[in-house]
């Protein structure tokens, strides 16, 4: 085993039961995602279900997680969980373990937040990117463009969704279509094979300033699919391919807006939606250096909880047993332009 510093990290803000060890210097010894895969029968996902799966996986996926790492938990240096926003029920199931394997080594404990991670997601890898620098979530549950001025909690939100999250957008309008979930890489799928300009569908460029909503595309697609009527299944690709197209230019438009009023020629995406492939090609068109994360790190993991860690304040033992958990936070604006 290296000498360096090992970190355990938990993730079950939602349906995927992460365990992972990452060293202190942002090396990933090992990333463990379990999918749980028993959600598509409903067409999102249970809160009450999930929780009840993290509670069989947790265990099996913190010791997968060792074992990749070849190491065992008296010789962690830290354990670190997300401890929100995210499903109340699910976070707890997390926590609680969290809790429990750092209390019996007298570890200490770093909570962290979800969307911290996501952003931190960028600190490790092969070439992490350094801040300052431009960081766009798009996620199931959240999408907001930030500046990222150092590697902690503090970063500036710029401008967050005002309704629907990006990747909520992809999955309402893959129920539209027929698709399965989750529905964004069903519909990324269906979309390859369409035409992105047969439908006009809005982009919410009239929204000011830094904003995002995705309330009038959702509803464009559904008034389309209603007036295409028996034609519909017929132009599935096209109506997949324009509403993708329309949910990507509204990401776009918003970063590049943000570049623009940040002076910065960094960008960073981060988030579930991050892994779509017409996004990360539209968003190399705006001139700016570009980090990428590979598309594990990209949807839920604890490698990014493992690396946000790294910059959040520890707990030592005992003053982390009466922590709880958060469903929703409030992001920390700064002023955007109107």
Do not use: W
């Not at 033992?317 to 922590?323: E, I, Q, V």
């Amino acid at each position: 085993m290296s000498d360096r510093r090992l970190i355990l990290a938990v993730e079950t803000s939602c349906d995927d039961t992460c365990a992972a060890v990452l060293t202190r210097d942002g090396e990933i010894r090992a990333n463990v995602i379990s999918s749980q895969g028993i959600h598509d029968r409903y067409g999102g996902v249970v809160p009450e279900i999930a929780s009840r799966h993290h509670l069989e996986l947790i265990d099996a996926a913190v010791a997968d997680a060792l074992r990749q790492a070849e190491t065992s938990l008296p010789e962690l240096d830290l354990v670190a969980v997300t401890r929100g926003p995210g499903l109340v029920a699910a976070l707890l199931v997390g926590l609680s373990s969290a809790k429990a394997l750092a209390a019996a080594h007298r570890l200490p404990l770093a909570a962290v937040d979800h969307l911290h991670g996501h952003v931190a997601a960028s600190f490790i890898g092969d070439a992490p990117l350094p801040p300052p620098f431009v960081s766009l979530v798009a996620s199931g549950g959240h999408t907001f463009v930030a500046r990222v001025e150092d590697h902690g909690p503090g970063y500036a939100v710029l401008g967050q969704t005002l309704d629907d999250a990006a990747g909520e957008a992809f999955d309402k309008g893959a129920r539209l279509l027929g698709l399965g979930y989750p529905g964004g890489p069903a519909l990324e799928r269906l979309a390859a094979d369409g035409d992105p300009e047969a439908f006009a569908f809005p982009t919410a460029a009239r929204v000011r300033g830094l904003d995002f909503s995705f309330a009038g595309v959702k509803t464009a697609l559904l008034y389309a699919v209603r007036d295409l009527g028996s034609e519909a299944p017929a132009r599935r690709a096209d109506l997949a391919a324009s509403y993708q197209r329309a949910i990507v230019e509204s990401l776009a438009t918003r970063a590049a807006r943000a570049l623009e009023h940040t002076g910065l020629h960094r960008l960073a995406i981060g988030g579930g939606v991050a892994a779509n492939g017409a996004l990360r090609a539209r968003l190399g068109e705006l001139g700016a250096q570009l980090d990428v994360p590979p598309r594990a790190l990209c949807t839920d993991n604890a490698a990014m909880i493992a690396s946000a860690a790294r910059f959040t304040p520890a707990l030592e033992y005992p003053r982390y047993l009466d922590l709880d958990v958060y469903a929703s936070g409030e992001l920390p604006r700064c002023a955007s332009p109107r």
